[in-house]
T-cell receptor
Framework: DAKTTQPTSMDCAEGRAANLPCNHS???????VYWYRQIHSQGPQYIIH???NNETNEMASLIITEDRKSSTLILPHATLRDTAVYYC?????????????FGKGTSLLVTP | SAVISQKPSRDICQRGTSLTIQCQVD?????MFWYRQQPGQSLTLIAT?????????ESGFVIDKFPISRPNLTFSTLTVSNMSPEDSSIYLC?????????????FGSGTRLTVV
């Protein structure tokens, strides 16, 4: 799986958009970008994933650059409950026999 | 996606003793994964458990310290043996049940272990 680089921490005001960047300059053509988050002391939770097109679901939007070397997770209206560690993971689709490899992630603090 | 029930949610144990953590999945799954999360750190994979075969351990983890059982497709246990304070961590199980493209990974709620 390709290596990812994320900022260690970020702050965001409640109600504002939270934009979490991820660099994955060595990503291969068949690797997807996945985002998970871990709210304090809970198990990680899937957020969104994409290959090269921008994706949106009820939780977030994922913007992937044209060269696919970086991406941004967008929480459009952050709430206090979005305070968590966010992990960007790059991996090949379909190899479910292998565990997810977690980097250090970005600790997002949403403030009132 | 599969739903995992993990227990105990937390425990405080004496050094030198052992603790067995259980994960029950609500559907049959092929692979289960066990992670350790030390205080303030990210998740580190301990081992992969495939039903019917011995678990595969990551570098730095050994079967004598972290024996794993996988008696059927819905259940797995991880034992932390001969515990020391350095074993104080959150332990999590995970499975891929329900999805093939990475978003189907689900996790137990974790076991917070404190060794005194």
């Amino acid at each position: 799986d390709a290596k990812t680089t994320q900022p260690t921490s970020m702050d965001c005001a409640e109600g504002r958009a939270a934009n979490l960047p991820c660099n994955h300059s060595t990503i291969s053509g068949n690797e997807y970008v996945y985002w998970y988050r871990q709210i304090h002391s809970q198990g990680p939770q899937y957020i969104i994933h994409g290959l090269k097109n921008n994706e949106t679901n009820e939780m977030a939007s994922l913007i992937i650059t044209e060269d696919r070397k970086s991406s941004t997770l967008i929480l459009p209206h952050a709430t206090l409950r979005d305070t968590a560690v966010y992990y960007c993971i790059v991996r090949v689709a379909g190899n479910s026999g292998y565990a997810l490899n977690f980097g250090k992630g970005t600790s997002l603090l949403v403030t009132p | 996606s599969a739903v995992i029930s993990q227990k105990p949610s937390r425990d405080i144990c004496q050094r030198g003793t052992s603790l067995t953590i259980q994960c029950q999945v609500d559907s049959q799954v092929t692979m289960m994964f066990w992670y350790r999360q030390q205080p303030g750190q990210s998740l580190t994979l301990i081992a992969t458990a495939n039903q019917g075969s011995e678990a595969t351990y990551e570098s730095g983890f050994v079967i004598d310290k972290f024996p794993i059982s996988r008696p059927n497709l819905t259940f797995s246990t991880l034992t932390v043996s001969n515990m020391s304070p350095e074993d104080s961590s959150i332990y999590l199980c995970s499975t891929t049940g329900g999805g093939e493209r990475g978003y189907g990974y689900t996790f137990g709620s974790g076991t917070r272990l404190t060794v005194v």
